[in-house]
DNA sequence: ACGCTCAAATCTGTCGACAGAATTGACGTT
DNA sequence: AACGTCAATTCTGTCGACAGATTTGAGCGT
């Protein structure tokens, strides 16, 4: 049992117990530890991580911002039951907002940048010719390269968007996603001519391969929710 | 002094009151009641609506997420200040959000949706050529269109977005956007060409309307801001 | 006058408590 | 065995309190 609280006089580990708990909740959400539908109880929280409703309540308001739980009010807040529906609403809206910092990050990548784009692209293809290669793929690989391009797009409230209120519910998203064969591969190929396309600074198709990648996840997705 | 609990008791008004006070200090920042920069107080808020620190902290934190204040740990919240950066950065998300809600507006209006939009514009219309109208215009019939527009368009995470979690962050640059002569006048022409469009079932028209008129707006942001 | 020091005042993060509402579950009815 | 009732339990929304950190500002030296 890992509670916050013994943990809390590490002096490197001075965070809020609303964010420590908000990470732990979100991550057991998107892990499945919490089942889709169920119910969240603050005082059940509370003990479970040693703290008390307060810092809960607040963790908790944060997961119905994020669109992780459902809350009614007096009702207590559910864990958010993932549908087909969903996921096509999301990742429709995440094609348009990737394609537009696709298409910024064209527009504003320094040459070290596109270094930078390259050097990680080949680690990942290095990463992914070992064992245990679709683990590393779905836990960083996937989310570097596109946090690094809304990066280099240099539109602070698109990053955010994307790797922040939005990340963890594409990535509950993802996580349903069981990887079929070849996807990775599939999916780093897709990557590296985005990559070219940046470094040839052509905006216009940056965004295009950006879109059409996003597509592609969203229709693996898709397909595997109604099979 | 309106504060909330006096008015607790009354059984209509039987809303939480994290989400009275979110409402009360939303519009209270729109409204420049509160300064750019300044400080928000959790015990001075808290006294001045007649609740305790709790509600107050939720409120806030709700803030925090739609970006109307900026946090710093132990130093509380300050009003967020607008610049025009950030209204560069949040019209070009608006722009291709709002272009995609057109589309998918023109792909899914039935007959009666578009009749209704018709009946709206008619009624700007109307209410444009009285005095008092730019009051009217920035109040209501601008957003009624895009709500409209959004729902129709039947991306429930999209309409979120657009009409809840951005919303009023949007609202807060619109209103520094103090309406020039004739503004009113050509955004309802094109509100008009944009439901015409729709009405056409022409989703690509729609969209590229759409966003020359969201660039439109932000054009006159940009404009005025660096004047 | 200006800057520094340090104590007073204020604020944030956290905790525990209570009232009323909602949920659960035992019990009796059909 | 299914259903409705009602009391016991649990939970949410709200409040007040406290410790440690931060900010304020009075007093002092220069």
Request: aromatic fraction near 6%; charge should be negative.
């Amino acid at each position: 049992m890992s509670t916050l609280a013994d943990e809390k006089h590490d002096p490197a580990d001075d965070r809020l117990l609303t964010d420590q708990l908000f990470d732990q909740l979100s991550e057991a959400i998107v892990m499945g530890t919490f089942a889709p539908g169920s119910k969240l109880s603050e005082p059940r929280l509370a003990a479970q991580y040693g703290v008390s409703r307060g810092p809960v309540r607040e963790a908790i308001r944060r997961l119905e911002e994020r669109k992780l739980v459902t809350s009614a009010p007096r009702q207590g807040v559910r864990v958010v039951v993932p549908t087909p529906e969903d996921a096509l609403e999301l990742f429709t809206i995440r094609e348009v907002l990737e394609g537009l910092a696709a298409r910024h990050a064209a527009d504003n990548a320094t040459d070290a940048e596109i270094e930078d784009l390259r050097t990680m692209l080949a680690g990942h293809r290095q990463a992914l010719s070992k064992p245990d290669a679709m683990v590393y793929w779905q836990a960083t690989a996937n989310s570097d390269f596109h946090f690094m391009v809304a990066r280099i797009g240099r539109n602070q409230h698109l990053f955010d968007l994307l790797c922040g209120e939005y990340y963890t519910l594409f990535r509950l998203y993802r996580m349903r996603h069981r990887i079929v064969p070849g996807r990775a591969q599939r999916a780093l190929a897709e990557h590296e001519r985005i990559v070219e396309a940046i470094a040839d600074r052509d905006a216009e198709l940056s965004e295009l391969l950006m879109r059409r990648h996003i597509a592609s996840a969203r229709t693996g997705l898709i397909n595997q929710a109604t099979a």
